[in-house]
Every structure is written in C-alpha cells, then in structure tokens.
C-alpha cells in the first residue's frame, strides 16, 4: 500500500445534529455518560476517561450524523492532511481545544481531525475483580456492582426497575455504510493510515468491506476503530451513513449487563440487538437505538493488535454471527427514525438469512 498521509492515533468523539436535545441529553444519562456542557443550542457529553467530550450535538431542525473526531500525534500530520485536502487548519473549540481540520470521505461522511486537544482528569472507577474456574483473584470479598440489590425498585405499576446505567469510558469506534468497500478502505489509508484488522468477502467472492485499526505500531490498537460496510446498490438510501458507534465500558462484564437492565427496565428505549459475543473483535455487546433512531453500543473486553498483526479475510457471515448471542434484525447498522423500525424489520428478512440466502443462491441456479 502507498505510504499515508497522516496516522491517526484514535477516534475521540462523535457529533450530530438532532431535533430533540433535551431527549438525547436523558438518553445519553441513562446509557452512562455525563454532561460537561449542556444548552438549549448544544450538548457535550464526556466518559470516565480522558478525552474532553466523546458525544456532541447541536440543535437543529433535522437529525443527521455530522462527524466522527480522530486525534493525531504531530502538527506536521494535520498540516499535511490540510495542505493534501485542501482545508484550512482552524481552532478546535473551547472543550476540546487543539487545532482542527474538517474534511469529508468518500461518501461524504464528515470527518474531523485534530492535534493537541485538551485531556480531561480521568473519573476514578472501581473495577470489579473477577473470578474464574482457575484463576481466584477475590478472596473473603463478595462481589457486588452498584448498591446490589438496592439497585432494584417497583414503581405504581408494579414494574421492576433498576437504577444503576453502565459506566462508559470511551469511544472506541464507529461503523458505517458505503457504496463501494474497497475504495473506502483505500482511501481511510492513503488519507487517516487505518489498516486492515479483517477483509469481509462477500457473497460474490469479493471485498466487500472491513474492520480497520489505527496504526500505532508496537502501541496495541483496537481491534477496529471503523468498520466500513459496503452496501448493495439496492440500498443507495443508506450509501454514506452512520451505522452506529461502540462505547467502550469502564468495569467489563457486569457493566454491560447492569447498563442493559437499566436502559430496559426504564421501558423508553428500543433494543436493536445483544446481548452476546462478537466474533470478529471478540467484544460483548449490546446495541440501543436513541431517541432519534441512531445505534449506540455498550462493549467491553475487546481484542487489541499491533501493527505487525496481519490481515484477515473473513466471511460475511461471521460478522452477523457471533460466537454467542441473538441474530441481528435486518434493521441492525441502519439509521432509521424509531417509527420506522419496526416496518423495515417485517418487511425485510433478518441479516444472516439475506447473507445466507445470497451466498446460497449461485448454487442453487447451477
């Protein structure tokens, strides 16, 4: 592959534009977030870790992704990205600091790129030890997440409801949807440096997207920090949008669970898919839609890579399937408005039977 312009070191942040921010501000609450600076015109919301702000949104009088933030190491890469796409370098603002530059890919997502952002104070945590048949880390210590069982409570209906949310650290990537996989692979590494974690060869034998990681060589990486998806021409409504974005946990396994029942049991929200185990990646998961209709996701426990780690090309199928948990809906990586859900689920199959279906049907007419 050519030599990239620039490396980006992470992802930081992602910002819309949304109708209603009074809904997503309580939504982003109770998916374990915490407001640092939060208007009638504007929203930012922060982890327990050290980026500035990892959620921002804008009022508007539609609802859109407007960009996902990365961070690189030196001035030198953000002048070379500058001067490559012809943008100007500019301040960021007064939360995240640094300096910026604003660009789009190829299907015109938005993309920001900074260099010498401000770094919060990380929110200290307890983190859980673990037990396991063999390896016995909690000795005369019982295990309990939040207040136990205090977390439970009955309301007038006599439903159960449980207080605690997840403790979201970061963001640790995004996926989103595409007209053509390979030349968007390409360019998030001529332009960003993003290398291949895993090929998806799709049911005509070709590239048809990937999961790709920042380069940081020795430095372990996410296993991805995007995930392109190449969608079929059928589909060009959904050419060039957000699919959804995963929000690394602070405590692991019993984060994940207690962040589920809590965004359940306060029954305003729609589950899209989880809980369960990826396969590529190998995170738990869980996937909630907000408010407006686009998936955020809870993980915990994913691989990391160095750069030395080659790529891997993987079956469609193993995307949607994962080592354990519930098949995805059809709607799954779509951002669809929340009445629109429920239709676009009845009247198209779910993920693995489209891909198991096209993948059979060359067979079937030989």
């Known amino acids: 592959m050519t030599q990239p312009i620039a490396k980006v070191t992470d992802i930081i942040f992602i910002r819309f534009q949304l109708r209603d921010l009074e809904a997503q501000a309580g939504y982003l609450e109770d998916f374990g977030m915490t407001a640092v600076h939060k208007t009638s015109e504007a929203i930012f919301y922060r982890g327990t870790g050290t980026d500035a702000y990892i959620y921002a949104a804008e009022k508007a009088d539609t609802d859109a992704f407007i960009a996902a933030g990365y961070e690189v190491n030196s001035l030198a890469e953000l002048q070379a990205l500058a001067e490559n796409q012809g943008v100007a370098i500019e301040d960021g603002d007064a939360l995240m600091g640094g300096k910026r530059i604003r660009l789009t ?51 007038s209906q006599g439903n159960m409801q449980y207080a605690l949310p997840s403790s979201v650290m970061r963001l640790g990537h995004t996926a989103i949807n595409v007209k053509d996989g390979p030349a968007s692979i390409q360019w998030y590494h001529d332009v960003l440096g993003m290398i291949v974690s895993d090929n998806i060869i799709g049911p005509d034998g070709n590239v048809g997207g990937a999961f790709i990681r920042c380069d ?110 519930p098949i995805p809906h059809s709607s799954f990586n779509m951002s669809l408005p929340l009445e629109a859900v429920d239709g676009f689920r009845e009247a198209t199959p779910n993920l693995t039977e489209m891909i198991v279906g096209a993948m059979e049907a060359p067979k079937a007419d030989s």
Do not use: C
Not at 113 to 142: F, Q
Not at 271 to 298: A, C, T, V
């Open 105 to 155: 890919d190829p299907d015109g997502l938005g993309i920001e790129v900074y260099h010498g952002v401000h770094k919060a104070d990380p929110i200290d945590e307890n983190v859980p030890l673990l037990n396991s048949g063999k390896h016995k880390h909690r000795l005369n210590e019982t295990q309990r997440f939040g207040g136990g069982a205090a977390e439970w409570s009955m309301d």
């Open 216 to 325: 940081n060589g020795d430095m372990p990486s996410d296993h991805h920090t995007l995930n392109v998806v190449a969608l079929p021409p059928e589909a060009e409504p959904f050419h060039g949008t957000f699919g959804h974005a995963g929000f690394e946990l602070e405590k692991s396994l019993d984060d994940l669970m207690a962040g589920h029942f809590h965004m359940k049991t306060s029954g305003k929200y729609v589950h899209e898919w989880g809980i369960g185990r990826h396969l590529l990646g190998s995170q738990l998961y869980d996937y909630w839609r907000d408010p407006h209709g686009f998936i955020i996701e809870h993980w915990t426990d994913g691989d990391l890579m160095t750069a030395d780690s080659p790529p891997q090309d993987v079956s469609i199928v193993e995307v949607v399937k994962g080592q354990y948990g």
